[in-house]
């Protein structure tokens, strides 16, 4: 079974700029995660979708980060614009259904450097 | 105060040791309970799930204890393989839609 997938694997960017990741969760699989892991920290959970439909968006930085999952299978995290403080990397999970048993499978990351 | 907290450690253990962790939460009404694995550059995977009985996967045993609302996780004979980020994650939440919040991480090295 193929896992979730993420690309681009690394990203280095000047501030001020806009940079997209795309996320391919574990197929049939409908709840989708976006984290946030800044170096010597955990991950911070950024949007939780189901299917297409958002959950929880409490700490995206809505002024600069969107995120969308029209089709209810793959993902995009957008930043636009970047700051310094957006380095980290930014990681994709998913699971079966969201229940509150279920294992997150996650995808390898992007590595984002913000000059 | 931090939903969940962990002790980043490190701790450095020599093989063979017993080292345990813990894990406290805030939210009393928190549903669900993992520990996972995070190796140096590589994402996050499961471990092991926490159950109210307690449970145990060869040397690994973990712990819930929702009056003092911590959690914690037993290693016994540790491995240099054992050498990794331990990450607590609590679920909260109802009606289907459960929202997980990770702690720090604690670091283990295992030295030989």
């Known amino acids: 079974e193929a896992g979730v997938a993420q690309s681009p694997r690394y990203k280095i960017i000047e501030k001020r700029q806009s940079v997209a990741f795309w996320c391919n969760p574990i197929?049939?699989?409908?709840?989708l995660y976006w984290y946030q892991q800044i170096l010597g920290q955990g991950p911070k959970l950024l949007i939780q979708?189901?299917?297409?439909?958002?959950?929880?968006d409490s700490q995206l930085p809505k002024d600069r980060f969107s995120a969308e999952r029209l089709k209810g299978v793959d993902s995009t995290l957008k930043i636009q614009p970047a700051k310094l403080e957006d380095s980290a990397v930014y990681l994709c999970a998913s699971s079966w259904a969201g229940r509150a048993q279920e294992t997150q499978y996650f995808g390898p990351g992007t590595r984002l450097l913000v000059l | 105060r931090k939903e969940v907290e962990q002790d980043p450690g490190p701790f450095n253990v020599p093989e063979g040791a017993t080292v345990a962790f813990n894990c406290t939460y805030s939210?009393?009404?928190?549903?669900?309970f993992f520990w996972y694995r995070q190796d140096c550059r590589k994402e996050p995977k499961l471990l092991m799930s926490v159950y109210s009985s307690g449970n145990e996967d060869g040397r690994f045993t973990a712990q819930l204890n929702r009056a003092s609302q911590y959690i914690s996780l037993l290693i016994r004979d540790s491995k240099l393989s054992d050498s990794a980020t331990y990450l607590c994650v609590v679920n909260s939440g109802s009606g289907g839609s459960y929202i997980p919040t990770f702690g720090r991480g604690t670091s283990l090295i295992v030295h030989p």
């Open positions: 197929s049939g699989h409908a709840t």
């Open positions: 939210n009393s009404a928190s549903q669900s």
């Open positions: 979708f189901q299917n297409n439909g958002v959950v929880d």
